[in-house]
Structure formats: structure tokens, C-alpha cells
């Protein structure tokens, strides 16, 4: 079974930075991609980044231009760099992974959590 651990979270004040990671426990091009979901208080999960298993990247419209989903093959980890951070980006943040063999053209169908880090961002 695959397992992510995530890390990185924090406080931080309007306009500041975080770079969350998510130590994936298998090699990430055995898998058929990452993400980060995140669940803001009283809302619902919603997904913010998504990677292929090629390297191909998706944002979700609200953070498009201030966060990056990236990764380090060689340490099996995947990051979300968040910049310009805002109090509507406070949530809790989830590392997903689509634990399928790789598709390849396709976006992940994430299927797989980690244990979630929290992020608040204040004024």
C-alpha cells in the first residue's frame, strides 16, 4: 500500500511562504500521479495541484501564479511551494496519489491520502 507522510505545515502571515512536502513510500513514476488536496474549515475537500506520472501540472484556478507542485524522483518526495499566501489558503493540506500503474496522457484519479498538514494564514 502506498503511504504519504506530509510535512511543512505552519502559521504564517498574509504574503508569506510555505513549501510543503509529501515523502511518497513508493518510486513516484510507479505510481500514475501526485496532488495536494486541501480542506479549508467548514468546506469541503477541493483539489489545488496535480502532477502526471510524466510531469505534466494542473492548478486549480485560485492559486494559479503563486503555488507549485514539483518533485525529487531521487527522494521519492513531492512538494507544493505556496507563495503569496492569503487567509482564504488557510486549510488542512493533503498529499494524494493515484496508486495505479502509470496511465500515461492521463491526469491522476487519486484514490490514496496522507495524514494532512495545517496551514493558517493570518492578516
Known amino acids: 500500500q502506498v503511504q504519504l507522510v506530509e510535512s511543512g505545515g505552519g502559521a504564517v502571515q498574509t504574503g508569506g511562504s510555505l513549501r510543503l512536502s509529501c515523502v511518497v513510500s513508493e518510486n513516484i513514476l510507479s505510481l500514475n500521479g501526485m496532488g495536494w488536496y486541501r480542506q479549508p474549515p467548514g468546506n469541503e475537500r477541493e483539489l489545488v495541484a496535480a502532477?502526471?506520472?510524466?510531469?505534466?501540472?494542473n492548478l486549480a484556478d485560485g492559486v494559479k501564479g503563486r503555488f507549485t507542485i514539483s518533485r525529487d524522483l531521487a527522494k521519492n518526495t513531492v512538494y507544493l511551494q505556496m507563495n503569496s499566501l492569503k487567509p482564504e489558503d488557510t486549510a488542512i493540506y493533503y498529499c494524494?496519489?493515484?496508486?495505479?500503474?502509470?496511465?500515461?496522457?492521463?491526469?491522476?484519479?487519486?484514490?490514496?491520502w496522507g495524514q494532512g498538514t495545517q496551514v493558517t494564514v493570518s492578516s
Open positions: 494524494a496519489a493515484d496508486s495505479r500503474a502509470p496511465a500515461y496522457g492521463e491526469m491522476p484519479a487519486f484514490d490514496t
Open positions: 502532477q502526471t506520472v510524466g510531469g505534466a501540472t
